[in-house]
Antibody
Framework: QVQLVESGGGVVQPGGSLRLSCAAS????????MHWVRQAPGKGLEWVAF????????YYADSVKGRFTISRDNSKNTLYLQMNSLRGGDTAVYYC???????????????WGQGTLVIVSS | EIVMTQSPATLSVSPGERATLSCRAS??????LAWYQQKLGQAPRLLIY???TRATGIPARFSGSGSGTEFTLTISSLQSEDFAVYYC??????????FGGGTKVEIK
């Protein structure tokens, strides 16, 4: 069964940095695009970033562009999200999610990890 | 950016009754639409993709329909475990991938 396990969340001051990790198992990680999605407390879902299976193409939400960087290490089956210049509005549970299928045009999210909470506060 | 609008925000339904949830896109998304279920304190779970295809392991009481700008998720006979928040998401034109604001299905 596909498993995604996030880590790296915590409390950080405004302007600070944090790196999230997502360990993947039970599927061929190197053939799937991967996403980060976040959810502020009591709010809905917001897509954050996507990285193609080979790491070449990356896309970001406007709200994080220039501050967040998505990356992956296919040799370690791990996805990352480097978050810099953090703001209060970045406070959320961050989920990693696998692209629905390996083929293009299948950008739904399945499955999701359990999430890791990031709190930006002084 | 394609804006997704869900209605109603809250739906009160008795167990065993049918629930009908709506999702509207600000422009056509063809059939590139997914539905998710999120229970309190849990990650979302994929229910439907390509507007009407049930994901693996999803019970037949969940069905999706629609294309273009109007979509519906129907739960034919609500079970106790179905009370949750449901989100739609388009993947026709991105970035960004966008979600609706959610519909909370609560016990009447």
């Amino acid at each position: 069964q596909v498993q995604l396990v996030e880590s790296g969340g915590g409390v950080v001051q405004p302007g600070g940095s944090l790196r999230l990790s997502c360990a993947a198992s039970e599927f061929t990680f190197s053939t799937y695009g991967m996403h980060w999605v976040r959810q502020a407390p009591g709010k809905g879902l917001e897509w954050v970033a996507f990285i193609q299976y080979d790491g070449i193409n990356k896309y970001y939400a406007d709200s994080v562009k220039g501050r967040f960087t998505i990356s992956r290490d296919n040799s370690k089956n791990t996805l990352y999200l480097q978050m810099n210049s953090l703001r209060g509005g970045d406070t959320a549970v961050y989920y990693c999610a696998k692209r629905g299928m390996a083929a293009t045009g299948t950008s739904w999210f399945d499955p999701w990890g359990q999430g890791t909470l990031v709190i930006v506060s002084s | 950016e394609i804006v997704m609008t869900q209605s109603p925000a809250t739906l009160s339904v008795s167990p065993g009754e049918r629930a009908t949830l709506s999702c509207r896109a600000s422009q056509s998304v063809s059939s590139n639409l997914a539905w998710y279920q999120q229970k309190l304190g849990q990650a979302p779970r994929l229910l439907i993709y390509d507007a009407s295809t049930r994901a693996t392991g999803i019970p037949a009481r969940f069905s999706g329909s629609g294309s273009g700008t109007e979509f519906t998720l129907t739960i034919s006979s609500l079970q106790s475990e179905d009370f949750a928040v449901y989100y739609c998401q388009q993947y026709n034109k991105w970035p960004p991938l966008t979600f609706g604001g959610g519909t909370k299905v609560e016990i009447k």
